[in-house]
């Protein structure tokens, strides 16, 4: 099973600067992800990577960056933190074998903005 | 855009009852998993199913991608299948997810 750790494992930010979001897998998968989860919305993926140097958009990428430096490293970047960001969010990872792929989750980071 | 939708939204069981997690999915069906989470915590896999049949212990998952639905059936529960169970439905490396069925289950 993968392992996938993130950090910080919880942050409080204040409104207006940037927040760095991290993540790390030791399986080797092509692919990993960021998602958030907010009561009543259930999880949203925000943007996912391919391999290292490539990023997606995903359903809510509006105001985060990503950054694949390397195949085993995923950040999420805030530029400028605001209160509606305020949630949690949960890093994943997936075997490329074939389109489908079943994915592993990491311990999530709460992220509160001030 | 992909819908996934999920019932009931909560349930409640005295210890040692059955229960019956519905996944429909408004789409295609691709794959799909079942996951499990506590309060506060992560995301724990239950079932990666394309289709069928699967079981792990008291936990059986039936896929029929043909109508576009799966189930979660707990048998005997217990107080420690407590939490939260989502089922998310994938289509080319990414997942959509339900809103998931909050589970009780009461000594």
């Known amino acids: 099973e993968a392992a996938v750790t993130q950090s910080p494992r919880n942050k409080v930010a204040v409104t207006g600067g940037k927040v760095t979001l991290s993540c790390n897998q030791t399986n080797n998968h092509n692919n990993m992800y960021w998602y958030r989860q907010d009561t009543g919305h259930g999880l949203r993926l925000i943007h996912y990577s391919y391999g290292a140097g490539s990023t997606e958009k995903g359903d809510i990428p509006d105001g985060y960056k990503a950054s694949r430096p390397s195949q085993e490293n995923f950040s999420l970047i805030l530029e400028l933190a605001t209160p509606s960001q305020t949630s949690v969010y949960f890093c994943?990872?997936?075997?490329?074998?074939?389109?489908?792929?079943?994915?592993?989750f990491g311990p999530g980071t709460r992220l509160t903005v001030l | 855009g992909q819908q996934v939708q999920q019932s009931p939204a909560s349930l409640v069981l005295q210890e040692g009852e059955n229960a019956e997690l519905q996944c429909n999915f408004s789409t295609s069906l691709n794959s799909m998993q079942w996951f499990y989470q506590r309060p506060g915590g992560s995301l724990v896999s239950l079932f990666y199913?394309?289709?069928g049949t699967k079981h792990s212990g008291r936990l059986t998952s039936t896929t029929v991608i043909k109508e576009r639905r799966s189930s979660l059936h707990i048998s005997s529960s217990q107080t420690t299948d407590s939490g939260t169970y989502l089922c998310?439905?994938?289509?080319?490396?990414?997942?959509?997810f339900g809103s998931g069925t909050k589970l009780t289950v009461e000594p």
């Open positions: 994943a990872s997936g075997d490329r074998g074939g389109p489908h792929a079943e994915q592993f």
């Open positions: 998310a439905w994938s289509n080319y490396n990414v997942l959509y």
């Open positions: 199913n394309p289709s």
